[in-house]
């Protein structure tokens, strides 16, 4: 099988993976009860914490980050939540919520913007919430929210702060202990540059402390049994040992390159594709990037199309020059198309896409 050349592929998920990372999946299964795994999750653990900036144990779930964020929802102690809507997946949060029975509460503000923190601290005086939830890079959106005032906002209420960090973890900074987050949550297949299909996520002690006490925490995703195996160097269920293989050889390269060396190129990455929206509209091509300066995701960047286009007809010009990127997502559907610049991508290999995107956009003038 050939694959394209490694540098084409800038969806905001799943991020385009390099071939070591690919080639690792290939290993011989081994039991998952015994000494040879046990070694392999201690080297995740310390990759992980690396990534997570954290002494706790690092959840590792063979789901999608789906599945965590009802974790962080089913092992909530009793009482309302509030959730902090501004994108599609905020949204999803909040829908998880509802549908795990939780009295939800929504706080919403504008697509491509983030809550205003004065807001935000209304909402927790005017009544009681047990937790509040928090996209913190808006994938839909490329919004990024400040999640450390977020958290010490929260905690000033007696509200837990619960953050999906899909977008987030590895590609903008994130210090779960410092910042005192109850339950940080990502995917693989995002800043990590991984395959989809496992999670990762840390929970406070404070809130796996209440979390005995949760009445309807289920089963696959309790971070009770979770950490009871996470002490043992297992996983409560039989994991996808092949996505564990490639984690293991992914988790080494990040620690080599080091977490914050990773952000910082994230960032410029951003600042690449800001400049050359700049650019573009310099020259009479009318786009934007949708969040405003001070508010923008360093992994994905959600850009307005000029009137009369479409963004999916900026996509599929694009990919006929051998670019992918994403497409407007939800209510942003046609406004706009994005462009994930993150995982193991670099500046360099952005500009690229980033020229095929213009002329995409100039076809369309």
Known sequence: MTHPPFGTFFLPGPTEVRGAVLAAMAQPMMPHRGAQFEALFIRLQDGLRHVFRTTRPVYVSTSSATGLMEAAIRCAPAGPILS???GAFSERFAAIARGCGRDTRVLGAPLGT????????????????????????ETSTGALADIAALAALAHRYGTAILVDSVTGIAGAPVET????????????????????????????ENYLEQAH????????????EFEEYAQRNQTPNTPALPLLYAADVQLAAIRDEGIEARWARHTAMAQS????????RANGIDIDILAPIGARSPTVSAITVPPGATGGQVVKRVAEQGFVIGGGYGAL?????RIGHMGDHTV?????????????????R
């Open 177 to 204: 202990d410092a910042w005192q987050l109850d339950f940080v949550l990502t995917g693989s297949q995002k800043a990590l540059a991984l395959p989809p299909g496992l999670a990762f996520g840390v929970v406070s």
């Open 114 to 137: 983030v809550h205003d923190l004065g807001d935000v601290a209304a909402a927790l005086a005017a009544n009681r919430h047990v937790a509040m939830t928090v996209v913190h890079s």
């Open 84 to 86: 902090l809507v501004n």
């Open 273 to 280: 594709t800001w400049e050359w929206t700049d650019r573009c």
């Open 348 to 364: 360099a290999g952005l500009a690229g896409c980033l020229v095929a995107c213009e002329n995409a956009l100039h076809v369309g």
């Open 213 to 224: 006490t949760a009445l309807a925490r289920g089963m696959y995703f309790d971070i009770v």
């Open 333 to 337: 559907k046609d406004r706009t198309f």
